[in-house]
């Protein structure tokens, strides 16, 4: 819901920090791995036991890597397989976290968390079908930013994907609450998307 208004504020720090990282030599699949790897740092902190800023610091430098490689990519060429290569660590990102507070307490967080990534799986699987079948409708779109697939507005996008973890790391008492209330968000989020499918598809 948020992301079209981030995308204005954000756009073009991103892209002059993607042009920097490009005339020194990075490429946007090596940011995106950076990117990965810092997110996967936070995952396994959380597993750990750690929460709080130390969490958080490698969780907010995942999504600005995630950032910058789209605005390397823009500066150097972008490639197909960059665009795969960025929604999939995005996705591997998303699960990894829900699944980080299930180890580190499966008593306690395992039934949320489950419901969670439940909730990402469907809208997951809406959100990347409505891209493979814009694809071959021949549909574009650039309500949020130039992107290598087609991007559907939903209530529930990147943007409030990323406020929650950051609340779930800094407070994890409340990830279970705040689990069961995202998920249900996730889920009309991806029924809407059902039904715009079935007006613009059918």
Known sequence: MLDGLMREVIDTPLNRGG?????????????????????????????AGWSGVLVALPLLANRLADGLDGAVARARGKSDFGGYLDITCDFAFYGAIPLAFVLADPAMNGAAGAFLLASFYLNGATFLGFAILAEKRGLTTRSRGEKSLYFTAGLME??????????????????????????VLCIVTALARVILARRVFD
């Open 19 to 47: 042009r920097w990282l490009a005339l020194r030599g990075a490429s946007a699949d090596m940011v995106t791995l950076v990117g990965l790897g810092f997110g996967l740092i936070a995952a396994a902190l959380l597993v």
């Open 158 to 183: 990147g943007t409030e994907t990323i406020a929650v973890f950051v609340v779930m790391v800094l407070w994890p008492p409340l990830f279970v609450p705040l689990a069961w209330v995202f998920g």
